[in-house]
């Protein structure tokens, strides 16, 4: 799994209250990356990061912001949830190697927005 | 020119068969082509993965098949168990980018 945890797992909410959804990872990789997944859709990228306070947008970022303060950490927020956002979120990292750069995925945390 | 085209969007296949899943691509600076392999509640999980120097790659059960000039790829799973059902994506990535484009997913059932 890479060392990569999420958390909440599982999260309820309201239409317009804010969401934070966090990504932990334990081995140092440069890369993050933010994903939602939903039927049909596939794996869409709404944020990525490439280091330390280094951000950008995906092919899916309207009303969601990300932060990276730390190595270890990638944080997704949700100014104001929307009933459009409820999905499964998967965070990411990409292992770097001589031939080859390899993402691996978190467990996910499904988000529900009443 | 981003986008990765997979199909079918969902397969049954009886226990013992072949199942195949097709993608394609446009992009011709893609130069790595992954398949995720992800169960109900879990995260996506690297299957089996190729890069254009050759034309095919086995691993197991599994088998990726490239075909550069059509812009084409393909996984095979060869003697398909029912431990094998699950949502299968397709991905394709372009040298220093570090970015996945993905296909929609196949929904494969495996008949016991």
């Known amino acids: 799994d890479a060392g990569i945890t999420q958390s909440p797992r599982h999260k309820v909410t309201e239409t317009g209250t804010p969401v934070t959804l966090r990504c932990h990872q334990t081995?140092?990789?440069?890369?993050m990356y933010w994903y939602r997944q939903d039927p049909g859709h596939g794996l869409r990228l709404i944020h990525y990061?490439?280091?330390?306070?280094?951000?950008d947008k995906g092919e899916v970022s309207d009303g969601y912001s990300v932060s990276r303060s730390k190595t270890e950490d990638f944080l997704l927020t949700l100014e104001s949830a929307t009933s459009s956002q409820t999905s499964v979120y998967f965070c990411?990292?990409?292992?770097?190697?001589?031939?080859?750069?390899?993402?691996?995925f978190g467990p996910g945390t499904r988000l529900t927005v009443l | 020119q981003q986008q990765v085209k997979q199909s079918p969007q969902s397969l049954i296949v009886q226990k013992g068969g072949i199942s195949i899943i097709n993608c394609a691509y446009e992009?011709?600076?893609?130069?790595?082509f992954p398949w995720y392999q992800q169960f109900p509640g879990k995260g996506p999980a690297l299957l089996i993965a190729?890069?254009?120097?050759?034309s095919e790659k086995k691993e197991g059960r599994f088998t990726i098949s490239f075909n550069k000039s059509a812009k084409q790829f393909s996984l095979h799973i060869m003697d398909s168990q029912p431990g094998d059902s699950a949502t299968y994506f397709c991905?394709?990535?372009?040298?220093?980018?570090?970015?996945?484009?993905f296909g929609t997913g196949t929904r494969l059932k495996v008949l016991a």
């Open positions: 992009n011709t600076a893609f130069d790595y």
């Open positions: 990061s490439y280091g330390v306070k280094d951000t």
């Open positions: 991905a394709a990535s372009a040298s220093g980018t570090y970015k996945y484009i």
């Open positions: 190729i890069r254009p120097d050759v």
């Open positions: 081995e140092n990789h440069r890369y």
């Open positions: 990411a990292i990409t292992s770097t190697g001589a031939r080859t750069d390899t993402q691996y």
